[in-house]
């Protein structure tokens, strides 16, 4: 798509909108599918944009199938697996060299205390940003499902937790069915320096999260330039 007509296509939206952008294997056998992305906001110059579903399951740090959920180090956001793989594994996946070139960097500040300033091409919300974004659309964006692909054991032992108990607040009806939330990872450190902060399938802002934990999910965001 030529530049010109994806920002004429585009600039219009208003938050709450969605596009398809990209692809992503999404079924339990792997294919690909378009990406559907929510439209955050839009400063007429650019698109803020969160996946609608949860995409993958990664650990925020650490590769190894034989990691337990105890086994978490120090880690700052600039220098974790996770940020690594979105990045690299996952931009280059997921986009094509000409959807590349509507992918701004984006700054990203509120990593951490005393974490340094990231440049990222795709990056993972803030504490800071889903409590003011949450103010615009309301608590329900932060209720996470994922694909069934998020939801298969991968090779490095990770698979998406899926709320299954009995509080209802934890279930969303999609495509009419009742379906269980998911927990996914923010990219702001948690309360030690081994831990980092999650979104819960109650909507709930936790900073407890052990950074080697195997089954919360990923739900990229990223910039769009439309000018």
Same mark, same amino acid.
């Given at each position: 798509?030529?530049?010109g007509?994806f920002a004429?296509?585009?600039?219009?939206?208003?938050?709450?909108?969605?596009?398809?952008?990209?692809t992503?294997?999404?079924?339990?056998?792997?294919k690909?599918?378009?990406?559907?992305?929510?439209?955050?906001?839009?400063?007429?110059?650019?698109?803020?944009v969160?996946s609608e579903?949860?995409?993958?399951?990664?650990? +925020?740090?650490?590769?190894? *199938?034989?990691?337990?959920?105890?086994?978490?180090?120090e880690?700052?956001?600039?220098?974790?697996?996770?940020?690594e793989w979105?990045?690299?594994?996952? +931009?280059?996946?997921?986009?094509?060299a000409?959807e590349?070139?509507?992918?701004k960097?984006?700054?990203?500040?509120d990593n951490?205390e005393?974490?340094?300033?990231t440049?990222?091409?795709?990056?993972?919300l803030s504490v800071a940003?889903?409590?003011?974004?949450s103010?615009?659309?309301?608590?329900?964006?932060?209720?996470?499902?994922g694909?069934d692909f *998020?939801k298969?054991?991968k090779?490095d032992?990770c698979s998406?937790y899926?709320?299954d108990?009995t509080?209802?607040d934890?279930?969303?009806i999609r495509?009419?069915?009742e379906?269980?939330?998911?927990?996914?990872?923010?990219?702001?450190q948690?309360?030690?320096?081994s831990?980092a902060?999650?979104?819960?399938p109650?909507?709930s802002?936790?900073? +407890?999260?052990n950074?080697?934990?195997?089954? +919360?999910?990923v739900l990229? *965001?990223?910039?769009?330039n439309?000018?």
């Amino acid at each position: 798509m030529e530049k010109g007509h994806f920002a004429l296509t585009y600039r219009n939206l208003k938050p709450g909108e969605f596009i398809t952008f990209g692809t992503y294997p999404q079924s339990v056998d792997g294919k690909e599918l378009a990406i559907k992305w929510r439209v955050l906001q839009n400063s007429g110059s650019e698109l803020f944009v969160l996946s609608e579903y949860i995409l993958d399951c990664k650990r +925020y740090h650490g590769k190894s *199938a034989d990691l337990k959920w105890r086994d978490c180090m120090e880690i700052k956001w600039p220098d974790c697996d996770l940020r690594e793989w979105l990045n690299e594994e996952f +931009y280059n996946t997921a986009f094509s060299a000409a959807e590349k070139q509507f992918i701004k960097t984006t700054h990203c500040t509120d990593n951490g205390e005393g974490c340094p300033d990231t440049e990222d091409k795709v990056f993972l919300l803030s504490v800071a940003e889903i409590k003011d974004l949450s103010e615009i659309h309301g608590k329900d964006l932060r209720r996470a499902v994922g694909t069934d692909f *998020a939801k298969t054991k991968k090779p490095d032992g990770c698979s998406l937790y899926v709320y299954d108990k009995t509080n209802k607040d934890n279930y969303v009806i999609r495509d009419g069915e009742e379906v269980g939330c998911s927990w996914w990872w923010l990219r702001t450190q948690g309360n030690k320096p081994s831990r980092a902060f999650f979104v819960g399938p109650g909507c709930s802002i936790r900073s +407890y999260g052990n950074n080697s934990i195997d089954g +919360y999910g990923v739900l990229p *965001a990223l910039n769009m330039n439309l000018s």
